[in-house]
């Protein structure tokens, strides 16, 4: 008899004992899943689930959302407060008391001796709402610093100045739903089945019911301009140029809503002047689309009813990257798009609350998006947190990527580091590494203690996780949900928010401003800040039993609102945050400022992500079901190009840019043109170590996908063991 075949038995899945489900929301992306976490009888996690009655994601969740109840115990967490006098020497264990005592004694030193300002504090779009207002709390008003910023410059920057530029002030003024109106879809640089895969779900649901045109602007053949009707392989950094040419188009063809742009904009006449000289035609040896398509697009755009564009990374990391965004916004107020049920302008935001450190941090400015450089805002803040106006700057200090620089030259001491890993994310890592050596204090404060960056710290604190914590986070369509307290802290790690709000008491002034307890009550302090005249970013009306109950609120959801809907867009009545209320239509001018590739280095360098992996894997590296898919660095390259190379599929190159080199693995795929290569950017010692990131004039955002490399085989067993030795996690 052979094996097993008459005794098969079905396999039998066994029924998980879930006894409670717990509400929270995703930690990963911007979508902003909703999650019901299940725990048994003794309060263990036994299982997760996306929550059916969420608009956002109804039900579904994506591989990282599914197996984020994973993290809680997974392998080099943080337990406790970790102390060293020199980088590279042993760390001892040391109590949150000491920890603490010592970083503010050090911070203080540094400070006195050479100012203020040469004490840095860089955080991160993860944290919750709550987290970051206490942090702004903690950094403008107590320790005093104006070189404070977060990764959002790595990210979300281009595009809260190009809000800001076109709009007179940030937010996102679309929304999911807009997809259910849309009658043609432009997405410029986003992959949204890998990076958004709810959002992109909803977007094909909306497909499935009503056909429209998916327009997809991607060098790369991605798994979006797989499903789209037109794929636009765009010449990379070169967005504005088919932008300005279908400008043209609409202009010359007189496909433009005027009555719109009379009512509603202001530099009409400057934008059309200036897009003259991007007549399809020429343009099209620019951005690398040939003239009939270029045509075609515009005017698919411009005669649809309503339509929309959304964005990400690939216009963000841009030297154009602030233009490439008014530019979009250019495209959207000459077709009256913005507002408008399917018409608009719409920001994929990047990390989980992306937006919630635009909106409340004080990194750029004051909490809810007031500004520095305005004295109203400055008393008006200092009155309610009771203190000196004159103890805040003037104007905004230094950004991320200017903060390292700052570093290299002295005038940076000391740095505290807040749930961000700039070893591995930040271009040109072999700078980064020397500026660690040269500071006199890093402070880093991760969930996890092997987090790269920390190999350089003087000070650790372990902070818990997700779930492990309470507060809020506001999505790309500016709707606010709950994380609620599933479990409790790992260890002795602690939330972020009682890090700081234990700091602040370190602080003279810190005596002076009040930290509420818990993070419902600074909610509650950050919804008096939210009211006033004009303002958009209004959650006086939300608490936190009603976002749970409606499972996340969109704002403006203003006190007194009737049920429990926020408003689904801006700018419905044509009405801006400029001092006009009009929009500015910005005309922007094409410099070709990209390293490019040359003859010694003939490749494009492109990097971004894959669906299973967040960021710099300090979290999915170690889900084995995330890791299991690309637990080793690779490459995506032309066949055709390997082919002249002498370059076979599955083995190790060697990239080389003018910065440095690198070991990859090599996967043959058409997905990347003849002169481009891919590397998701999540390994460490990998893309940034080529990377130059150039940064963008306005946003200071380095454009991470703009650089050129060479490819050389390299000998395969010294290759894998390079590999192998430098990532064994
Ligand atoms: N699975 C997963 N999801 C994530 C993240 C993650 O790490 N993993 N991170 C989150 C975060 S913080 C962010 S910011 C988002 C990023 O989300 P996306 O921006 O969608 O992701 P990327 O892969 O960085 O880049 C998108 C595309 O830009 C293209 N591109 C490169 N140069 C150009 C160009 O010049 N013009 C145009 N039009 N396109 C170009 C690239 O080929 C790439 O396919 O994802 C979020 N979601
Ligand atoms: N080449 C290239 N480089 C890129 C990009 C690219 O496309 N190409 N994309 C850029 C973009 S868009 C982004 S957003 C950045 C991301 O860059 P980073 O922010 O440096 O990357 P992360 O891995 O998300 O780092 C977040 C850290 O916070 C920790 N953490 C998670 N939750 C918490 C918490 O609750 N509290 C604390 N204290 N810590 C926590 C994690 O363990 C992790 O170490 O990378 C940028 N770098
Ligand atoms: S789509 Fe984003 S928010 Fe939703 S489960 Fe996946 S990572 Fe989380
Ligand atoms: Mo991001």
Redesign the pocket.
């Given at each position: 008899m052979l094996f097993g075949q008459k005794k098969r038995k079905p396999i039998k899945i066994p029924v998980k004992p879930v006894k409670e489900w717990k509400y929270t929301t995703c930690n990963?992306?911007?979508?902003g899943c909703s999650i019901e976490i299940g725990l048994d009888e003794d309060k263990k996690i036994v299982t997760s689930r996306g929550h059916a009655g969420a608009d956002v994601n109804r039900g579904k969740l994506?591989i990282?959302g599914l197996l984020e109840h994973d993290l809680f115990n997974s392998p080099g967490r943080g337990t406790d407060p970790l102390i060293r006098e020199k980088h590279y020497e042993a760390f001892e264990k040391t109590t949150w008391d000491k920890a603490l005592d010592t970083a503010s004694e050090k911070i203080k030193n540094i400070q006195e001796k050479y100012g203020r300002d040469s004490f840095a504090v860089v955080s991160t779009?993860q944290l919750l709402t709550e987290e970051f207002y206490t942090l702004g709390k903690l950094t403008r008003g107590c320790i005093g610093t104006n070189n404070y910023d977060g990764n959002t410059t790595?990210?979300?920057a281009s595009a809260v100045s190009g809000y800001k530029r076109s709009f007179g002030s940030d937010g996102p003024p679309g929304c999911y739903a807009d997809f259910e109106h849309t009658h043609c879809l432009m997405a410029?640089?986003?992959?949204?089945p890998?990076?958004?895969?709810i959002i992109y779900w909803r977007l094909k649901e909306a497909l499935e019911k009503r056909k429209f045109p998916l327009i997809v602007?991607?060098?790369?053949v991605?798994m979006?301009?797989q499903f789209a009707d037109i794929h636009?392989p765009?010449?990379?950094?070169?967005?504005c140029v088919l932008i300005n040419a279908m400008l043209y188009v609409i202009f010359d063809e007189g496909l433009q809503d005027q009555a719109y742009i009379d009512a509603n904009t202001q530099g009409f006449e400057e934008l059309k002047s200036v897009v003259q000289d991007y007549n399809p035609k020429s343009a099209q040896h620019l951005c690398g689309i040939d003239e009939d398509t270029i045509r075609n697009v515009a005017r698919l755009y411009a005669r649809a009813p309503a339509a929309m564009s959304i964005?990400?990374?690939?216009?963000?990391?841009?030297t154009h990257g602030s233009d490439?965004v008014c530019n979009i916004n250019n495209l959207n107020l000459v077709t009256g798009n913005i507002g408008k049920p399917g018409g608009t302008s719409l920001s994929?935001?990047?990390?989980c609350n992306?937006m919630g450190t635009r909106e409340w941090s004080s990194c750029s400015g004051l909490p809810g998006y007031r500004l520095l450089e305005n004295e109203n805002h400055r008393e008006e803040i200092a009155n309610f947190w009771g203190i000196d106006p004159e103890f805040f700057p003037k104007k905004r200090g230094l950004t991320q990527t200017d903060i390292f620089p700052a570093i290299e030259t002295g005038e940076i001491k000391g740095l505290w580091l807040i749930a961000t890993n700039p070893m591995t994310s930040m271009p040109n890592t072999a700078r980064i590494r020397k500026a660690f050596e040269n500071l006199e204090l890093l402070i880093v404060q991760d969930v996890y203690e092997d987090v790269e960056t920390n190999q350089y710290s003087h000070i650790y604190f372990p902070a818990s996780v997700w779930a492990e914590k309470e507060g809020v986070h506001t999505n790309t369509e500016r709707r606010v949900n709950l994380i609620s307290n599933v479990i409790p802290a790992y260890a002795n790690s602690k939330p972020d928010f009682w890090i700081f709000k234990e700091m602040s008491k370190r602080f003279d002034n810190g005596k002076a401003i009040d930290f509420p307890e818990t993070p419902e009550e600074t909610f509650e302090e950050m919804k008096k800040l939210s009211v006033g005249e004009g303002r958009t970013l209004d959650i006086s009306g939300m608490s936190y039993e009603k976002i749970r109950e409606a499972r996340g609120i969109q704002w403006p959801y203003r006190e007194g609102t009737e049920g429990l809907l926020g408003d689904a867009r801006l700018y419905t009545d044509g009405k801006f945050q400029t001092p006009s209320k009009k929009a500015n239509l910005i005309a922007v001018k094409f410099f070709n400022n990209n390293e490019q590739p040359c003859n010694e280095y003939p490749f494009w360098l492109?990097?971004?992500?894959?669906?299973?992996?967040?960021?710099t894997r300090t979290r999915?590296g170690k889900i084995g079901n995330c890791n299991k898919f690309s637990p080793t660095p690779y490459m995506e390259m032309n066949p055709d190009a390997a082919q002249e190379l002498g370059i076979a599929h599955q083995t190790y190159v060697r990239l080389t840019s003018r910065r440095g080199d690198a070991v990859v693995l090599v996967q043959l795929t058409q997905r990347v043109p003849r002169n481009m290569v891919?590397i998701?950017?999540?390994f460490y010692d990998c893309v940034n170590r080529l990377t130059l990131g150039l940064l963008d004039p306005y946003s200071r955002q380095p454009a991470?996908?703009?650089c050129s490399v060479r490819v050389e085989p390299v000998a395969q067993h010294e290759a894998a063991r390079i590999n192998y030795e430098s990532r064994a996690f």
């Amino acid at each position: 008899m052979l094996f097993g075949q008459k005794k098969r038995k079905p396999i039998k899945i066994p029924v998980k004992p879930v006894k409670e489900w717990k509400y929270t929301t995703c930690n990963y992306c911007s979508v902003g899943c909703s999650i019901e976490i299940g725990l048994d009888e003794d309060k263990k996690i036994v299982t997760s689930r996306g929550h059916a009655g969420a608009d956002v994601n109804r039900g579904k969740l994506c591989i990282k959302g599914l197996l984020e109840h994973d993290l809680f115990n997974s392998p080099g967490r943080g337990t406790d407060p970790l102390i060293r006098e020199k980088h590279y020497e042993a760390f001892e264990k040391t109590t949150w008391d000491k920890a603490l005592d010592t970083a503010s004694e050090k911070i203080k030193n540094i400070q006195e001796k050479y100012g203020r300002d040469s004490f840095a504090v860089v955080s991160t779009g993860q944290l919750l709402t709550e987290e970051f207002y206490t942090l702004g709390k903690l950094t403008r008003g107590c320790i005093g610093t104006n070189n404070y910023d977060g990764n959002t410059t790595l990210c979300m920057a281009s595009a809260v100045s190009g809000y800001k530029r076109s709009f007179g002030s940030d937010g996102p003024p679309g929304c999911y739903a807009d997809f259910e109106h849309t009658h043609c879809l432009m997405a410029f640089g986003s992959n949204l089945p890998e990076q958004h895969p709810i959002i992109y779900w909803r977007l094909k649901e909306a497909l499935e019911k009503r056909k429209f045109p998916l327009i997809v602007i991607d060098p790369r053949v991605t798994m979006l301009a797989q499903f789209a009707d037109i794929h636009l392989p765009i010449t990379p950094g070169t967005d504005c140029v088919l932008i300005n040419a279908m400008l043209y188009v609409i202009f010359d063809e007189g496909l433009q809503d005027q009555a719109y742009i009379d009512a509603n904009t202001q530099g009409f006449e400057e934008l059309k002047s200036v897009v003259q000289d991007y007549n399809p035609k020429s343009a099209q040896h620019l951005c690398g689309i040939d003239e009939d398509t270029i045509r075609n697009v515009a005017r698919l755009y411009a005669r649809a009813p309503a339509a929309m564009s959304i964005w990400t990374m690939g216009i963000n990391q841009s030297t154009h990257g602030s233009d490439g965004v008014c530019n979009i916004n250019n495209l959207n107020l000459v077709t009256g798009n913005i507002g408008k049920p399917g018409g608009t302008s719409l920001s994929i935001t990047g990390q989980c609350n992306a937006m919630g450190t635009r909106e409340w941090s004080s990194c750029s400015g004051l909490p809810g998006y007031r500004l520095l450089e305005n004295e109203n805002h400055r008393e008006e803040i200092a009155n309610f947190w009771g203190i000196d106006p004159e103890f805040f700057p003037k104007k905004r200090g230094l950004t991320q990527t200017d903060i390292f620089p700052a570093i290299e030259t002295g005038e940076i001491k000391g740095l505290w580091l807040i749930a961000t890993n700039p070893m591995t994310s930040m271009p040109n890592t072999a700078r980064i590494r020397k500026a660690f050596e040269n500071l006199e204090l890093l402070i880093v404060q991760d969930v996890y203690e092997d987090v790269e960056t920390n190999q350089y710290s003087h000070i650790y604190f372990p902070a818990s996780v997700w779930a492990e914590k309470e507060g809020v986070h506001t999505n790309t369509e500016r709707r606010v949900n709950l994380i609620s307290n599933v479990i409790p802290a790992y260890a002795n790690s602690k939330p972020d928010f009682w890090i700081f709000k234990e700091m602040s008491k370190r602080f003279d002034n810190g005596k002076a401003i009040d930290f509420p307890e818990t993070p419902e009550e600074t909610f509650e302090e950050m919804k008096k800040l939210s009211v006033g005249e004009g303002r958009t970013l209004d959650i006086s009306g939300m608490s936190y039993e009603k976002i749970r109950e409606a499972r996340g609120i969109q704002w403006p959801y203003r006190e007194g609102t009737e049920g429990l809907l926020g408003d689904a867009r801006l700018y419905t009545d044509g009405k801006f945050q400029t001092p006009s209320k009009k929009a500015n239509l910005i005309a922007v001018k094409f410099f070709n400022n990209n390293e490019q590739p040359c003859n010694e280095y003939p490749f494009w360098l492109n990097s971004g992500r894959v669906v299973e992996h967040f960021h710099t894997r300090t979290r999915t590296g170690k889900i084995g079901n995330c890791n299991k898919f690309s637990p080793t660095p690779y490459m995506e390259m032309n066949p055709d190009a390997a082919q002249e190379l002498g370059i076979a599929h599955q083995t190790y190159v060697r990239l080389t840019s003018r910065r440095g080199d690198a070991v990859v693995l090599v996967q043959l795929t058409q997905r990347v043109p003849r002169n481009m290569v891919f590397i998701p950017f999540h390994f460490y010692d990998c893309v940034n170590r080529l990377t130059l990131g150039l940064l963008d004039p306005y946003s200071r955002q380095p454009a991470f996908k703009q650089c050129s490399v060479r490819v050389e085989p390299v000998a395969q067993h010294e290759a894998a063991r390079i590999n192998y030795e430098s990532r064994a996690f």
